[in-house]
């Protein structure tokens, strides 16, 4: 399976939104987009690497890296695989290896973090086959009264991941 990734455009922000909507993402994850997007999508500082999943010659999913300052050393992760077929297929793991490959001279960071939440069993499971461990859990409030419990897992640069040749 060949997996690959190309820069995120303005005009795939429609296919993002067909995605989210395919695999009903308000029940996995809590933003389907990097928090400051279009500040970042064509900014002169170098806070986001956003790309679009391909499998073959087929759009599939989003992944980006973002950093809240040019000199955090850490980024935050976000992936979005738009549709139920692709998933279970190793495309999350590949592409994460991918953009952090990709990205990681562009960002300059030394370490990976998502949080994801605890219900999400198939994303915590990729995200340890690529090397994050787990370092917290909490819960926060959506909306003021539902509870979402949550895990935060890193990946550290000097850390070696678990790829595949």
Not at 14 to 20: D, P, R
Not at 55 to 76: F, I, N, Y
Request: hydrophobic content about 40%; aromatic content about 8%.
């Amino acid at each position: 399976m060949k997996v690959s990734l190309r820069p995120f455009e303005e005009n795939d922000l429609i296919s993002l939104q067909v995605w989210a909507e395919e695999i009903e993402s308000q029940r996995f994850m809590s933003r389907i987009l990097p928090r400051r997007p279009v500040q970042n999508l064509h900014s002169q500082e170098t806070l986001l690497a956003w790309y679009v999943i391909q499998k073959g010659d087929q759009s599939v999913g989003v992944v980006w890296l973002e950093k809240e300052a040019v000199d955090d050393e850490t980024v935050t992760l976000g992936i979005l695989i738009g549709n139920n077929d692709f998933l279970g297929q190793g495309i999350g793991e590949k592409a994460i290896n991918l953009a952090i490959d990709k990205s990681r001279d562009e960002l300059n960071f030394k370490s990976v973090r998502i949080n994801v939440r605890e219900s999400n069993t198939r994303a915590i499971s990729c995200y340890r086959k690529c090397g994050f461990v787990e370092i917290f859990r909490g819960a926060k409030f959506v909306e003021g009264t539902t509870c979402i419990p949550f895990v935060t897992m890193e990946l550290k640069h000097n850390q070696p991941s678990n790829r595949k040749p």
